[in-house]
């Protein structure tokens, strides 16, 4: 099984950058997607950024589309969200979540994910 470990969330301003990242140990190989969720207080997880099977592919949520980047070190297993133009919206709780199973529709959806790290708070002050 592979451990993810998120760091990186803080507060900021409307406005602000901010990166995240996302170490992971253990074996994860060629086929691992990796993805970011979030989950604001009274509200369902959802989907942010992946990397499916590795790179292969990235994908968005419209609402962060052009303003997140995913990416990865690969001498690092780590992967990163780079956040810019923050917006009050963006506040939640982000989690960093794996899996070696999932089609390209399921990547973004949480129950595809069996790997979670414990989340990092981000909030952003108007």
């Known amino acids: 099984q592979v451990q993810l470990a998120e760091s990186g969330g803080r507060l900021v301003q409307t406005g602000d950058s901010l990166r995240l990242s996302c170490s992971a140990s253990?074996?994860?190989?060629?086929?691992?997607?990796m993805a970011w969720f979030r989950q604001a207080p009274g509200k369902e997880r959802e989907f942010v950024a992946s990397?499916?099977?590795?790179?292969?592919?990235?994908h968005y949520a419209n609402s962060v589309k052009g303003r997140f980047s995913i990416s990865k070190d690969n001498a690092q297993n780590t992967i990163y969200l780079d956040m810019n133009s923050l917006q009050p919206d963006d506040t939640a709780v982000y989690y960093c979540?794996?899996?070696?199973?999932?089609?390209?529709?399921?990547?973004?959806?949480?129950?595809?994910?069996?790997?979670w790290g414990q989340g990092t708070q981000v909030t952003v002050s108007a």
């Open positions: 253990g074996r994860t190989g060629s086929s691992y997607t």
């Open positions: 979540a794996g899996t070696g199973r999932a089609i390209w529709s399921s990547q973004f959806r949480a129950d595809a994910y069996y790997d």
């Open positions: 990397r499916f099977r590795n790179g292969a592919s990235t």
